[in-house]
């Protein structure tokens, strides 16, 4: 990008040059679009209204989420019963009971299966309806941030879990949630944590929370990843609960990013926040979800280099609130524009959201947007490793245009190229709108034990 394109100032936009076009692209970027009557409020608002209510819109749709919207005793571990019953075959080798457990361990298997469909079906219902956006949008990239995938943990309950903790800091502290990522479940499991003793650290968790999570490559070294995994010793899970076991934890002095002393894990997250790279490195990333690509190594122009010198500072100041970062991003002459104005490419699952936003079709079946969505790259619940998926040109190839000319054929007409008088189903599923469900599964590849 030249420097010709960007605008080099983080000047507010003006009232008067805040058009149908500006508020539209502010509804792409913030959300995932909307109808010309939704942009054109956008418009009488004001950019000022309408970043903050984009923000912020109040209890708007607030509710939260059931807890029991999902069973969370699937993969729950096995009850006393269960366990003597093992044991005692184990020891008598009563290989037909040994058999009779472990399809019982089958089933439950199939069924979180199952429940994970489930669970994509109602999150992507929720991007589709829901009158909060940017909270929508904001879980997403922080699934994509903090990758984790059910494929690898297998329990579906935890990923519930975990995309909930997201919703529930979505425009609010990345701190926070840098200190809560540390005792989730489902990253816990993920990365190999649960198994992390002090006689034998698991180095995993503590390499990521650097490389791909706050710092990036170059603003730690190997030292601060063996004395990270230290750090972050004992911390494991029991059931759907996080668990501190102290016994696991090593107690002696250690030396982190400049920081010594018999430090744990929220000391190990303290010192990666007080790093300037941090607040750098969370800028570049929220700049390129919302703004324009950021090829790594390239060389920036000098514009977009003030602009995220200016955010990452933002960032420091306000001790790690994303909403003051994106106010000021979204309120800027330069977010608005030749260099950022359609520069960006739309995720599978922008693309199928906001047609549907924006369009008003019928979201039709579920199980044929989530399908295309994973065949264009995306599979929601399931990012290919824990750097997420790469986005931008790597959505586009061959393949993933034509379906994704196919996906809004179909939620246009109802048709796709092997149907043409009835919607299509997918296979082994039923048609049903937004709020039903229907069943699904998903590959399996290794199966991780709690706590």
Known sequence: MSAETHSSTMTPIRAESFGYAEARHLLWRAGFGGTPDQIQTLVSWGPERAVDYLIDPGNVGAEPTDPRRFDHTIMGPPDPETQTRYRRARQTGNEEEIARLRLERQRREAADRKQVREMQQWWLT????????????????????????????????????????????????????MYQIIRDPAMLAYLDNNDSRKNKPNENLAREIMELFSLGVGNYGERDIKEGARALTGYTFEDDKFSFQQGNHDTGAKTILGRSGNMDGDDFVAAILDQPACSYTMARKLYRFFAADLPEGSRLDPATADVLRDLSALMRRSKYEIAPVLRRLFLSEHFYSDGVVNQRIKSPVELVVGA???????A????????????????????????????????????????????????????TPRATTRSPTSSGTTRHRCSRSSRGRTPRRRRTRRG
Do not use: C
């Open 126 to 177: 929720r991007l589709i309806e829901s009158p909060r956006p940017l909270e929508e949008k904001m879980t997403l990239f922080w699934h994509g941030h903090f990758a984790t995938s059910y494929r690898t943990i297998e329990d579906s309950y935890h990923m519930f879990l975990q995309n909930e903790l997201f919703r529930s800091h979505a425009v609010g502290s990345y701190a926070t949630l």
């Open 356 to 362: 549907v936003r924006s369009l008003l079709t019928p």
């Open 364 to 415: 039709r079946d579920l199980n044929v947007l989530l399908d295309a969505t994973s065949l264009m790259g995306q599979n929601i619940f399931f990012p290919p490793s824990v750097a997420g998926w790469d986005g931008e040109r790597s959505w586009i190839n061959t393949s993933t245009m034509f379906i994704r000319q196919n996906i809004l054929a179909y939620l246009l007409t109802g048709r």
